[in-house]
């Protein structure tokens, strides 16, 4: 369908209205309020983590350098949507325009992506770490790992670009009613009011295969990391290989655990309010955890943590 016909579509009804997670909650202001501060929280953290990782050479290190970058994906992943809501909830707008619309849609499915890609990159670099230690400097050097997070990041640009004109290019006279807080492509396509099960196969094919190929290449480098930890005879290499992988590990569960709800279980066990609750797992908290898991849990960034503590009071 060219651009006319997409703008002919949308003529009418030009705006979506996002019912949001407010419209839901009996004390909608404690939830705004939570909600802002869990924002700012995410946004200090992933910043803090960044500048650590930018700043001390100690963290120069391709486990780092992945870590920055998820850190860059979640600071994004949580500003697409949140400031807006927080925004129409305190003016009391609820619209959201058709190019907004499909914007917002875009930027998730591309930064759902390239994470979903990085994380099994990070459980690579763990691999290579703990089972190839003497080759470590070799297969992860300084543009294998610029090649490995652009590749990251191509997959979820391709994602992007593959699925947002698909969804916004179909007809929407149901209902203007997204339910949602913001646009999730299901959320869009049962809006639409022509026959969306052929796309919704080939969707739910294209999710199943973005998943479980990066899930392929996570089981495979623990299992080899399982491996050879169970050939360590020392308690200090068993403590330090669990203490590098733990963390990364937290991580996935959080994220695929919200993916699989997400992608592959079938459309009986959705309901608008249980997708709503999974996404803000994975849109709101998981940014805000994910610092605090790789760094309470990380003796290296703590180390620099108060390094730069101690620079900051010495210059005070």
């Known amino acids: 369908m060219d651009k006319i016909t997409w703008l ?24 705004c309020v939570i909600i802002f501060v869990v924002f700012l929280m995410a946004l ?16 120069h290190t391709p486990m780092y350098f992945f870590i920055s970058h998820l850190s860059l994906m979640d600071m994004m992943y949580i500003f697409v949507a949140v400031p807006k809501m927080l925004v129409d909830q305190v003016m009391g707008v609820n619209k959201i325009s058709a190019p907004e619309c499909a914007m917002q849609m ?39 790992c610029h090649l490995l997070a652009s590749g990251c990041w191509f997959l979820g640009l391709v994602d992007g670009f593959t699925l947002t004109p698909i969804t916004m290019t179909f007809p929407f006279c149901r209902s203007q009613k997204i339910h949602h807080f913001f646009c999730e492509v299901p ?14 196969r080939l969707m739910y094919f294209c999710c199943v295969l ?13 299992y080899f990391i399982l491996l050879t930890i169970h050939r360590m005879n020392s308690a200090e290499g068993w403590k330090k290989a669990f203490t590098t992988c733990s963390s990364h590990m937290m991580v996935v569960i959080l994220y695929y655990g919200a993916a699989v709800y997400t992608c592959m279980l079938p459309s009986s066990y959705h309901t608008p309010e249980k997708d709503m609750v999974v996404s803000v797992l994975y849109t709101i908290l998981t940014p805000v955890l994910n610092p605090l898991i790789y760094s309470l849990r990380n003796k290296d960034v703590t ?14």
């Open 8 to 31: 002919t579509n949308h003529t009418d009804h030009s705006d979506f209205i996002l019912v949001g997670i407010f419209s839901q909650s009996k004390q909608p202001t404690l939830l």
């Open 44 to 59: 200090c953290g992933n910043s803090i983590l960044i500048l650590l990782i930018h700043y001390d050479v100690h963290l």
């Open 106 to 144: 875009f930027l998730y499915l591309t930064l759902g992506g390239s994470e979903c890609f990085l994380l099994a990159t990070m459980a690579y670099d763990r691999y290579v770490a703990i089972c190839h230690p003497l080759h470590y400097p070799v297969l992860l050097n300084h543009m294998v």
């Open 187 to 200: 959320a869009i396509m049962k809006l639409s009011c022509s026959d969306t099960s052929l796309y919704e």
């Open 210 to 222: 973005m998943l479980l190929i990066p899930v392929a290449v996570i089981s495979s480098s623990y």
């Open 303 to 316: 180390r620099a943590i108060k390094k730069m503590f101690n620079i900051s009071f010495k210059k005070l």
